[in-house]
Every structure is written in structure tokens, then in C-alpha cells.
């Protein structure tokens, strides 16, 4: 599995932006696909996911209604359009390939992991 996340970059408190995370060999199409997000000084926390066949999702509470997650398996690429964007956002973003073929909030439950790829909310 070689995971690339893109789409990061400097916006607005209140736009919108729509990350993606594209796998190149394309070995990772029946597991559930998760991101997580790490703002400096604090842990990485979980985002949100999706399962292999994007019929199951979950979210974090602070994103729920704003973020929407969704895959494209013939690309073997994971969208999350993320809406309303809030100063607190501000994180680097990474998402990562499950064990199986859902994919849960723990870190615990990922087993490959992209390089980030940075988010900024100006207020």
C-alpha cells in the first residue's frame, strides 16, 4: 500500500475544502479507509472513516454535519469534503488503511499510514 493525501492548503474560516487520499497500488480497495488529523501540541485524533464498500461511515462529534467522507473504488481514492471550516480545524491531515475491512476510530485499527498533508483556517 502506497497512501497519498492531498488537497490540504490555506482557507478561510467558513469555506470549504475537498482532501483526497489516492492509493497507488491500488492493494487497498476491500478496507475501510480512515482519517485522522494532528494539530501541533496535541494528539493525533480520529476524523472520520469509511468502510471498503463506503456503506458504513463514522465521524467525530466535532465534524459531524460538516464533513461528509466518500470513496471512489474504481480510483481507489477516499474523499473527505470538509465544509464550514472552523479556526479549530487547523491540523495536518493523514489518513490511513484499516486491518479489516471496516475501519474504526483507533489509531490501533490502521495499518498504513500517509505522509499528512496540511490544513490551515484563518478566522
Known amino acids: 500500500v502506497q497512501l497519498q493525501a492531498s488537497g490540504g492548503g490555506l482557507v478561510q474560516a467558513g469555506e470549504s475544502l475537498r482532501l483526497s487520499c489516492s492509493d497507488s497500488?491500488?492493494?487497498?480497495?476491500?478496507?475501510?479507509v480512515g482519517w485522522f488529523r494532528q494539530a501541533p501540541g496535541k494528539e493525533r485524533e480520529f476524523v472520520a472513516s469509511?468502510?471498503?464498500?463506503?456503506?458504513?461511515?463514522l465521524y467525530q462529534d466535532n465534524v459531524q454535519g460538516r464533513f461528509t467522507i466518500s470513496r471512489d473504488r474504481a480510483k481507489n481514492t477516499v474523499y473527505p469534503q470538509m465544509d464550514s471550516l472552523k479556526p479549530e480545524d487547523t491540523a495536518v491531515y493523514y489518513c490511513?488503511?484499516?486491518?479489516?475491512?471496516?475501519?474504526?476510530?483507533?489509531?490501533?485499527?490502521?495499518?498504513?499510514w500517509g505522509q499528512g498533508t496540511l490544513v490551515t483556517v484563518s478566522s
Open positions: 497500488k491500488r492493494t487497498s480497495s476491500n478496507n475501510g
Open positions: 490511513a488503511v484499516s486491518r479489516s475491512s471496516y475501519a474504526g476510530r483507533g489509531r490501533a485499527d490502521y495499518r498504513y
Open positions: 469509511i468502510s471498503w464498500n463506503g456503506g458504513n461511515t
